[in-house]
C-alpha cells in the first residue's frame, strides 16, 4: 500500500495563476482533510470530507476548493493563487472505527507563490 | 472558535532530560490526538485519549487527558536523540468531524 500519496511535491506559481493540488489514499478511508502549515502556526484545516461527493469548510477555506468526485481522491484547488497562499500543504485521511480517527499524512507539497 | 495552544513553542534539552509539552483547548473536546512531525516530513499519529483522566504509556512517553477533558500533556522520560521533532496536539469537539491543531512545541535533543 502507497497509503497517502500527494501530487506535485513542489511547486513555484505566480501570483494570479491556477493550480490543483492532488490526493490520492489506497486504505478505503472515509475521511479526508487538506492542512496547510507555516512556520509556527501548526497546521490549520482547510477543508475536510466526510464522503464521496460531501465537502465541507475548516478554519481556513478562503481561496481554496475542494472536490471529492471519488472516495480515493481528494484536490485542493487554488482559484488565483497569492503570495499569502505559500504554505507547506498536507493531506491526510482517516478511518471512521470504534471512536477511532487516527489521521494518516500525505508527504506534503511545497508551494511558493511570487 | 475553537482554539489550542500549545506550550512550550520550543524545548531544548540534554540527552537523558525529561521533556513536557501541554496542550490547553478553549472548549471541551470529545478526544484528543498527538501527532510528531521530524524536520522536513509529515506529522505521524501518536496516540488518542478519549476519557475523562485517561492516562496512556507508550514506553517512554506518557500522555494524559485532563478531567475537564480541556487539556492535555505528553511527557518524555529520559529523551534520546530520536526524540526531535515537533510534537502537535489534535483536539476534536463533540459533533464535529474535523480537529483543531495546537501550535506544536518544538523539541531539540542536545547530546
Known amino acids: 500500500n502507497a497509503g497517502v500519496t500527494q501530487t506535485p511535491k513542489f511547486r513555484v506559481l505566480k501570483t494570479g495563476q491556477s493550480m490543483t493540488l492532488l490526493c490520492a489514499q489506497d486504505m478505503n478511508h472515509e475521511y479526508m482533510y487538506w492542512y496547510r502549515q507555516d512556520p509556527g502556526m501548526g497546521l490549520r484545516l482547510i477543508h475536510y470530507?466526510?464522503?464521496?461527493?460531501?465537502?465541507a469548510k475548516g478554519e481556513v477555506p478562503d481561496g481554496y476548493n475542494v472536490s471529492r468526485l471519488k472516495k480515493q481522491n481528494f484536490l485542493l484547488g487554488l482559484e488565483s493563487a497569492a503570495p499569502s497562499q505559500t504554505s507547506v500543504y498536507f493531506c491526510a485521511s482517516s478511518y471512521v472505527g470504534q471512536g477511532s480517527y487516527e489521521q494518516y499524512f500525505g508527504p506534503g507539497t511545497r508551494l511558493t507563490v511570487t | 472558535g475553537q482554539q489550542v495552544m500549545q506550550i512550550p513553542q520550543y524545548q531544548h534539552v540534554q540527552e537523558g532530560e525529561d521533556f513536557t509539552t501541554y496542550c490547553n483547548s478553549s472548549t471541551t473536546l470529545s478526544n484528543i490526538q498527538w501527532y510528531k512531525q521530524r524536520p522536513g516530513g509529515h506529522p505521524v499519529f501518536l496516540i488518542q485519549?478519549?476519557?475523562?483522566?485517561e492516562v496512556k504509556k507508550q514506553k517512554r512517553l506518557t500522555f494524559q487527558f485532563g478531567e475537564a477533558k480541556k487539556n492535555s500533556s505528553l511527557h518524555i522520560t529520559a529523551t534520546q536523540t530520536t526524540d526531535v521533532g515537533t510534537y502537535f496536539c489534535a483536539g476534536r469537539t463533540s459533533g464535529t468531524y474535523k480537529y483543531i491543531f495546537g501550535t506544536g512545541t518544538r523539541l531539540k535533543v542536545l547530546a
Open positions: 470530507s466526510v464522503g464521496e461527493g460531501t465537502t
Open positions: 485519549l478519549v476519557k475523562s483522566g
